[in-house]
């Protein structure tokens, strides 16, 4: 089956970096997708990954290791403005994004 | 991007009652999708709207309680029929870009609340 695990809550500090994991098992792999969404907005793309590596994306970056079953999104100068839910995603075999539960990125002064 | 509205943006319903929600592109799409995403949950995909024919639905949706349509490649709507309590919650229409990444974006959604 098709599974996307990323920790429920994470609490950072601004100024800071925070890294949030997501960990998946899909058959046959079509790429990675961060989204970000704020509360009671929708969600707005922020990265795909589709190779091995750091994909950088002024201060937002994702990380993808096939071989893991591991991608983290990094954003680094941590703004108030960034607190928000994290959702990764997987295209399964038709090209339907699995959702992975989403992480509340809590933001502190 | 594509430019995507919904409307309603919000609504109180009374149990039993249906709601239509509408969901206009600005540029023609191939692919077009109806979610749920209930207070503090993940997206759930609800089904995927195609045009000229039935939808495909996911598991644990069906028609008669959700019908869509999509009449054309820009427009779709989704109804959420005799609705009771459970039904509360937003609905999200999103396009598919169809490109490399074929990520998706999202319409405004719409707060359904049923009392």
């Known amino acids: 089956g098709q599974n996307i695990d990323q920790p429920t809550e994470m609490t950072a500090t601004e100024g800071a970096i925070v890294q949030i994991n997501c960990t998946y098992q899909?058959?046959?792999?079509?790429?990675l997708f961060w989204y970000q969404q704020h509360a009671g907005e929708a969600p707005t793309f922020l990265s795909y990954?589709?190779l091995d590596g750091l994909e950088e994306k002024g201060r937002f970056s994702s990380f993808l290791s096939r071989s893991k079953g591991y991608s983290y999104l990094l954003l680094k100068e941590l703004q108030m403005k960034d607190s928000a839910s994290y959702l990764c995603?997987?295209?399964?075999?038709?090209?339907?994004?699995?959702w992975g539960a989403g992480t509340k990125l809590i933001i502190k002064p | 991007s594509a430019v995507i509205s919904q409307k309603p943006s919000r609504d109180i319903c009374q149990r039993g009652t249906s709601l239509t929600i509408q969901c206009q592109v600005d540029?023609?799409?191939?692919?077009m999708f109806w979610y749920r995403q209930q207070p503090g949950q993940s997206l759930t995909l609800i089904a995927t709207?195609?045009?000229?024919?039935?939808?495909?639905?996911e598991s644990g949706f069906v028609i008669d309680k959700f019908p869509i349509s999509r009449p054309n490649l820009t427009f779709s709507t989704l109804t959420v029929s005799n609705m009771s309590p459970e039904d509360s919650s937003i609905y999200l229409c999103?396009?598919?870009?169809?490109?490399?990444?074929?990520?998706?974006?999202f319409g405004p959604g719409t707060r359904l609340t049923v009392l």
């Open positions: 899909t058959s046959g792999f079509n790429g």
């Open positions: 540029s023609q799409v191939t692919m």
């Open positions: 990954n589709v």
């Open positions: 995603a997987v295209p399964d075999s038709n090209y339907q994004l699995i």
């Open positions: 999103s396009v598919g870009t169809g490109g490399d990444h074929n990520e998706q974006f």
């Open positions: 709207a195609n045009q000229g024919s039935e939808a495909t639905y």
